[in-house]
């Protein structure tokens, strides 16, 4: 003899409170050009809490910035989150879903940095939304603008 299944039915607000905050982060970097001193990038997030301005507790860091920090004071490994407020130059990050473009980010941030030199920066987007966090990060790489060779050895077939 089966026993048919027993359809439960929740009202929507007791739903959405079973199921919690839905909380997520992505970060892209957009048109990426080499021998560009921009960086664009585009965050894209769902359930941050908004602060008393409306404004979504989202936060653009990277480590170039912040490599000066004690990485414990930034971030608990123990925990897996990153430690608020941020002890690192950071930036809020208003709209979401909006590029980012980060006008002469390399040669700002870089003044005395040679075009030829390869240079990298991890770009990380943080949402938080009360003792829970997401988190995305982006590796740019900016392309050297000359390659020089030094020495070339022909090979026959």
Not at 127 to 146: I, W
Request: aromatic residues 8%; charged residues 15%.
């Amino acid at each position: 003899m089966s026993v048919p299944p027993i359809e439960v039915k929740l009202a929507p607000g007791l739903l959405t409170t079973l199921r919690g905050q839905k909380l997520w982060a992505s970060l892209i970097a957009g048109e990426v050009v080499s021998f560009n001193s921009s960086v664009t990038l585009i965050p894209t997030f769902n359930g941050a809490a908004l602060d008393g301005n409306g404004v979504p507790e989202a936060y653009l860091i990277n480590d170039v910035e912040s490599e000066s920090i004690n990485f414990s004071l930034l971030f608990n490994e123990t925990t897996g989150k990153y430690i608020f407020p941020l002890a690192c130059p950071n930036s809020a990050v208003t709209e979401n879903g909006g590029s980012i473009e980060l006008a002469g980010w390399w040669t700002t941030n870089f003044p005395s940095a040679e075009p030829e030199h390869l240079l990298t920066a991890v770009f990380t987007l943080i949402v938080k939304n009360g003792a829970d966090q997401a988190y995305s990060s982006v590796t740019v790489h900016r392309l050297p603008s000359s390659v020089v060779v030094n020495n070339v050895t022909e090979q026959s077939n």
